[in-house]
Nanobody, 121 residues
């Protein structure tokens, strides 16, 4: 399985921006979908944004218009640009990679270790 490493988290004020990166240990060109998920204390892990190998994207309603997911197949990296951050965006953000549609639907994929994002004044 491909190994994923997230980076770019940190502490930011409300209204600020962060860009998260997810570096893969192997080519992501043929991976069906790459996604960013987040988990706040006491909550389950939820999808934030997803991008397929065809370039289609999907966002959680709570982040539409503020977050942008992108992938650079040459660098084997997926990004999440987060603007207009709110305190409720505070969570550990995880990168996930899904080999094909069945794996995605079953939630079977490769996961990174997570990166903490804290939005606070």
């Amino acid at each position: 399985q491909v190994q994923l490493v997230e980076s770019g988290g940190g502490l930011v004020h409300p209204g600020g921006s962060l860009r998260l990166s997810c570096a893969a240990s192997a080519s992501i060109f043929s991976i069906y979908a790459m996604g960013w998920y987040r988990q706040a204390p006491g909550n389950k892990r939820d999808l934030v944004a997803l991008i397929t190998n065809g370039g289609s994207t999907n966002y959680a309603d709570s982040v539409k218009g503020r977050f942008t997911i992108s992938r650079d197949n040459d660098k084997n990296t997926v990004y999440l640009l987060m603007n207009s951050l709110k305190p409720e965006d505070t969570a550990v953000y995880y990168c996930g990679g899904f080999r094909d549609l069945p794996d995605y639907l079953r939630g079977l994929g490769s996961w990174g270790q997570g990166t903490q994002v804290t939005v606070s004044s």
